[in-house]
Nanobody, 120 residues
Framework: QVQLVESGGGLVQAGGSLQLSCIASGTFRSISVMGWYRQAPGEQREQVAVILPGGSTNYADSVKGRFTVSRDKDKNTVSLQMNDLEPEDTAVYFC??????????????WGQGTQVTVSS
């Protein structure tokens, strides 16, 4: 059983910063891509930032230059540093990872989500 547990959400004023963290636990062989998605009320879930095993990153256009994704492969963690936050960043943020438990295939796992609210 694989679990992704997020922490670090909260309420912040526009222009402020927050850092989200996610740790993968359980029994597994390896983790491939890790990243963050978000879902605002009435909206579809969207990709925010992902990081590949080699360290390459990809960001949504709306967060480029403000958010930074990083990971610690030894600790099975992924973090999202969010700076210069805007009210439009308000959403539930979900940690996501492709995890290999048995065999050769990677399955997608999601965290339970953490609320980020940015006030104007």
């Amino acid at each position: 059983q694989v679990q992704l547990v997020e922490s670090g959400g909260g309420l912040v004023q526009a222009g402020g910063s927050l850092q989200l963290s996610c740790i993968a636990s359980g029994t597994f062989r390896s983790i491939s891509v890790m990243g963050w998605y978000r879902q605002a009320p009435g909206e579809q879930r969207e990709q925010v930032a992902v990081i590949l095993p080699g360290g390459s990153t990809n960001y949504a256009d709306s967060v480029k230059g403000r958010f930074t994704v990083s990971r610690d492969k030894d600790k099975n963690t992924v973090s999202l540093q969010m700076n210069d936050l805007e009210p439009e960043d308000t959403a539930v943020y979900f940690c996501h990872a492709y995890v290999r438990t048995t065999g050769w295939t990677f399955d997608a796992y999601w965290g339970q989500g953490t609320q980020v609210t940015v006030s104007s």
